[in-house]
């Protein structure tokens, strides 16, 4: 059965870090990706690694913030993210690909697996 078990949410003040980390059981998988969803707001793609880690893409709007990496040993990928502001607010959630062609999905619905997410909040 797979699974995709996030956590390191929670609340921060903007200018502040956190690091979320997801940890993937039941397969291996082609990628895995970050998305996030803020309140109100659709589903938007933030950044994405190949389950070997030689590969990656992150989207304009977190990058040089953000940062994705995968574990070496275990099957985890975390999200550093940095220099976070209010408008970083959302639900982050974690998601897996099977088979991956070419270049990262960067809509939801091209990811086969997905995490229940976590939460982070930034004030100003």
């Known amino acids: 059965q797979v699974q995709l078990v996030e956590s390191g949410g929670g609340m921060v003040q903007a200018g502040g870090s956190l690091r979320l980390s997801c940890a993937a059981a039941?397969?291996?998988?082609?990628?895995m990706a970050w998305f996030r969803q803020p309140p109100g707001k659709d589903r938007e793609f933030v950044a994405a690694?190949?389950?070997?880690?030689?590969?990656?893409y992150v989207a304009d709007s977190v990058k040089g913030r953000f940062t994705i990496s995968k574990g070496n040993a275990e099957n985890a990928v975390y999200l550093q993210m940095n220099s976070l502001s209010p408008e970083d607010t959302a639900d982050y959630f974690c998601?897996?690909?099977?088979?991956?062609?070419?270049?990262?999905?960067?809509?939801?619905?091209?990811?086969?697996?997905w995490g229940q997410g976590t939460h982070v909040t930034v004030s100003s």
């Open positions: 690694i190949s389950w070997g880690g030689d590969s990656l």
């Open positions: 998601a897996a690909k099977g088979v991956r062609l070419g270049v990262f999905p960067t809509l939801a619905y091209e990811w086969d697996y």
């Open positions: 039941g397969r291996t998988f082609s990628a």
